[in-house]
Structure formats: structure tokens, C-alpha cells
């Protein structure tokens, strides 16, 4: 079964630094599409960032690009979302999820981050 299990969440302030983390299973991990999405308290849900792990290729929403940073530990299973210089509107629950061609197929439990002074 695939299984990914967000953490890393929490309360920080404007202009800091945080990161999450995507612990994954049940799936070849290092040839797979991995993607950030994220929802704002009632706001409907928005794409952050994609790595696709078979050519290191990653991409981002023009709202985080320069700010955050996609990466991937093969070893551990893991997938990251480093995450700096955060804005108040950064604040949303951070969902980890596994692509398939076109789709989402998999996702995470999500993670909550509070951007607040």
C-alpha cells in the first residue's frame, strides 16, 4: 500500500524558516513524480512543487519560486519542502502527494503551517 506521512509542520514567524517533511512507502521512490499542495484556511487547494525523481527536474508556483526548495533523500524514502523567508499567506495545511501521468493518485494526512507574528 502507499503510505505518505507528512511532518514538520508548526508556528513560525514572518521571514523564517521551516521544513517539512514526506515520509514515503509502498512505492519505487526514485522514479516517481512528487508534488506539494497546499490549502489555506478556507481557500481551495493550490499546487506549490513538483520533483520528478527519475530526472531531478523540479518546478514551482510562481508564489513560493526563490523561496522554497523541492528535494529528496532516496536513502531514507523522504521528500522535503524547505521553506524560507515565509509570508503570513504561506500559512495552509501542506499536503505531501504521489503523481501518476495527469493525476493525483496518492496523497498525504497533511501537515499545518502557521506563518504569524
Known amino acids: 500500500e502507499v503510505q505518505l506521512v507528512e511532518s514538520g509542520g508548526g508556528l513560525v514567524q514572518p521571514g523564517g524558516s521551516l521544513r517539512l517533511s514526506c515520509a514515503a512507502s509502498?512505492?519505487?521512490?526514485?522514479?516517481?513524480?512528487l508534488i506539494w499542495v497546499r490549502q489555506a484556511p478556507g481557500k481551495g487547494l493550490e499546487w506549490v512543487s513538483t520533483?520528478?525523481?527519475?530526472?531531478?527536474?523540479?518546478y514551482y508556483a510562481d508564489s513560493v519560486r526563490g523561496r522554497f526548495t523541492i528535494s529528496t533523500d532516496n536513502a531514507k524514502n523522504t521528500l522535503y519542502l524547505q521553506m524560507s523567508s515565509l509570508k503570513t499567506e504561506d500559512t495552509a495545511v501542506y499536503y505531501c502527494?504521489?503523481?501518476?501521468?495527469?493525476?493525483?493518485?496518492?496523497w498525504g494526512q497533511g501537515t499545518l503551517v502557521t506563518v504569524s507574528s
Open positions: 509502498g512505492f519505487t521512490f526514485s522514479s516517481s513524480a
Open positions: 502527494v504521489k503523481g501518476a501521468y495527469r493525476y493525483l493518485e496518492v
Open positions: 520533483i520528478y525523481t527519475t530526472i531531478t527536474n523540479t
